[in-house]
């Protein structure tokens, strides 16, 4: 088992660059998971790794060697196919031990010549792992014959029996309905807890990859966004796309201006007016709320704006609710604008459409962005609303 | 009440219809091998025969037919087989393997020109093969192929290469790409992938190429006649003509249609060895495995 390290890795297809200059360094052992909408370049970034698809520049390195040259076969790693890609003309038992079949191992007696496995080395293996992943049962089965959540567990063992120094796993779990869904997302994280193997897994979807990850690398366009731990995404996006791409249900934005309002800076959004700091100039910003900071109350308190609930999804523990916020109570607009929409997420049942509320949050936890989608980090709101 | 007499009414009309059918066309189907078969059994002259067909008389049924043609011809039957067997086997054989390595370049692999080199192949499938006789006998004679084994061979697979080649490509494409990828993964070359992913998952139309491929050498005429000079090498369809053909003046209906039906045996054989992978391989279109 070893890490994995991208050096700018570039691909391109005739016009069009799936993966634009990667690199990612991935420890010995760390579960990554590589998250992007559909035709980000995910799967071609695994596909480079894997040796199945050359790398236009750039270079790839398993462990510390140097594989842009090696055949797929020659970097021992294990790949799980979105379609699983199980032969359909063997059995699961011959599934598993396929590779272990063509695989040569030094010789005991004689280490410069080397052997096949034995019948019995190889059906030691196939056992150990149906046993680890419950499919002992089902080993006599073809593929057709199983269900979705059972080939995707011989795909699994398939990886696994051939102890590789990495897995690349590309949406293994899509295919899966969402019941069993979550149940195989659980018992994955177990196995490389168990394990302890370097994991690349590919998934569009970010629950999973919150769930899963060590560190979260997030594409688009054949971009690497950022990497870091889930945490640190959510908390720290270095742009928006990551900030709207991280975190269910999505971060809401208010895209508004930064005018100069006597000596200081206002963010003005409709009826919204927030006092800002850090901005040398005024100019079009954009404010990112998770919908969890967003506090909403029955009662007017200090530094809440008055709004009215426009629609309610009950998400089961707890309910998205959509706003309508017009101007701070007491304050009369001089031009009366169109009110601003927000979504909370609150307790379960606490409110209904048509409700008349007071909407907060906390200044610390707002983030800024610019027309272009950086993250202006010196930015703050610079005191709690009026 | 009355609906329900009309609906088995009709179901009954249905399945009336659908028999008559049937039995006419297993009448067009069946009627012209009972034909052979009781001809063959039979030493009439032609002008006899029909009645004799539409109502046979026990007492004039005979094998002595099967026994001109097994063991009183010249050349022997057993040699016509003989050389039938080793050019139809050849070419299924070389055909086959030459076929399945095509389709899998032609399915798997990207170079420069394939689409044009699929559109050659198939134009050349669509002429006939036997306006290629001429240049083939043309270029063998100068290459002292004639009349010899190899000579007939080689026009023999390079037309199975032809139409399988296609057939076996087509059949590929229906495999998805990372199957192979899954193998080249789990630690084998692209030449073990092809071997022992690859080739069992074309059994079916691999069935069916070789079949084709063992059928068109085997009841070739055309050909055969025209590189074949010496009656050792002649083959089944050669003998076939040769016994029509000879020089008694009246044709011997009996001799013909005997030779037929021993021609006619071993492909049966070879069809009832292989029939699962060619019916497997004719309906690929409607299921795949
Ligand atoms: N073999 C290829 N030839 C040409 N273009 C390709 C090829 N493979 C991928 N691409 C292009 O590269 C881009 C990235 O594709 P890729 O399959 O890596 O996306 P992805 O993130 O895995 O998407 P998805 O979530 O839909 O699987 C896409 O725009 C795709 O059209
Ligand atoms: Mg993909």
Do not use: R
């Given at each position: 088992m070893s890490g994995i390290t991208l050096q700018n890795i570039t691909k391109r297809f005739k016009t069009e660059t799936a993966v634009d200059d990667v690199s990612l360094s991935i420890q010995d052992g760390e579960f990554v998971v590589i998250l992007g909408a559909s035709g980000s370049g995910k799967t071609t970034i695994l596909r480079i790794i894997a040796g199945l698809e050359v790398q236009t520049t750039g270079h790839v390195f398993i462990g510390d060697v140097l594989v842009d040259d090696y055949e797929p076969r020659d970097r021992n790693i294990a790949m799980v196919f979105q379609s699983y890609?199980?032969?359909?003309?063997?059995?699961a038992y011959d599934n598993i031990a396929f590779g272990l079949r063509v695989r040569r191992i030094p010789r005991e007696?004689?280490?410069?010549r080397d052997r096949h496995l034995t019948h019995q080395e190889i059906d030691g293996k196939v056992r150990g792992v149906s046993q680890m992943l419950g499919i002992a049962e089902m080993l006599q089965k073809r593929p057709s014959e199983l269900s979705g959540g059972q080939r995707q567990r011989v795909a699994l063992a398939r990886a696994i029996v051939r102890d590789p120094e990495a897995f690349l796993l590309d949406e293994p779990l899509s295919n899966l309905d969402a019941k069993i869904r979550s149940n195989a997302r659980i018992e994955l994280k177990r196995l490389h807890q168990r394990l302890r193997q370097t994991f690349v897994f590919v998934t569009h979807d970010q629950t999973e990859a919150m769930t899963l990850g060590d560190r979260l690398a997030i594409v688009n366009h054949g971009r690497l966004l950022q990497c870091d731990t889930p945490e640190r995404t959510l908390s720290h996006p270095l742009n928006q796309f990551v900030a709207s791409f991280v975190g269910s249900p999505e971060m809401v934005f208010l895209e508004g201006n930064v005018e100069s309002t006597g000596g200081g800076f206002t963010f003005v959004k409709g009826p919204v007016r927030i006092p800002v700091r850090g901005t040398g100039s005024p100019g079009a910003v954009t404010i990112g709320l998770r919908p969890w900071d967003i506090r909403v109350e029955k009662a007017s308190t200090p530094g809440t704006l008055s709004g009215r609930v426009t629609g309610v999804e009950r998400l089961g523990s707890s309910d998205q609710l959509f706003l309508d916020v017009a101007s701070p109570p007491g304050a009369s607009p001089t031009t009366p604008a169109a009110p601003v929409s927000l979504r909370a997420l609150v307790r379960a049942y606490d409110f209904d459409v048509g409700d008349g509320v007071f909407v907060g949050f906390d200044p610390d936890r707002a983030l800024f962005f610019n027309a272009e989608g950086g993250r202006l980090e010196s930015m703050s709101i610079s005191s709690p609303l009026p | 009440m009355k609906p329900r007499r009309r609906r088995r009414w009709t179901r009954w009309a249905k399945r009336i219809a659908s028999h008559v059918v049937l039995i006419i066309a297993c009448i067009f189907a069946v009627f012209p091998i009972y034909f052979i078969v009781v001809t063959s059994l039979s030493t009439l002259p032609i002008a006899g025969i029909t009645a004799h067909v539409l109502l046979p008389n026990p007492s004039q049924l005979t094998l002595s037919s099967y026994n001109t043609v097994l063991l009183h011809e010249s050349p022997s039957y057993l040699s016509l087989l003989e050389n039938s067997l080793i050019f139809s086997g050849s070419a299924a054989a070389i055909g086959l393997l030459l076929a399945a390595f095509t389709g899998f370049a032609l399915s798997k692999f990207n170079f420069p020109g394939r689409r044009t080199f699929v559109y050659f192949i198939l134009l050349i499938s669509l002429?006939?093969?036997?306006?290629m006789i001429i240049p083939f006998y043309l270029m063998f004679a100068k290459l002292g192929l004639i009349d010899s084994y190899i000579g007939l061979i080689i026009p023999y697979s390079a037309g199975a290469v032809v139409f399988s080649g296609i057939l076996v490509k087509n059949y590929m494409d229906s495999i998805p790409d990372d199957i192979e990828e899954a193998a080249l993964i789990d630690g084998m070359s692209r030449t073990e992938a092809f071997f022992r992913v690859m080739i069992p998952l074309c059994l079916p139309v691999l069935g069916l190429a070789a079949f084709l491929a063992f059928m068109g050498p085997y009841t070739d005429y055309a050909y055969a006649h025209v590189f074949?000079?010496?009656?050792?090498?002649?083959t089944l369809a050669l003998g076939l003509y040769n016994i029509n053909s000879?020089?008694?003046?009246?044709?011997n209906y009996g001799l013909v249609t005997s030779f037929a039906i021993v021609m006619s045996l071993p492909i049966v054989a070879f069809y009832m060895v292989f029939q699962r992978y060619i019916i497997g391989g004719l309906t690929l279109g409607a299921v795949r495995g």
């Open positions: 890609a199980l032969y359909p003309h063997l059995s007696d004689d280490p410069d | 002429f006939p093969s036997v306006v074949l000079t010496s009656s050792d090498k002649w000879s020089d008694t003046g009246t044709q």
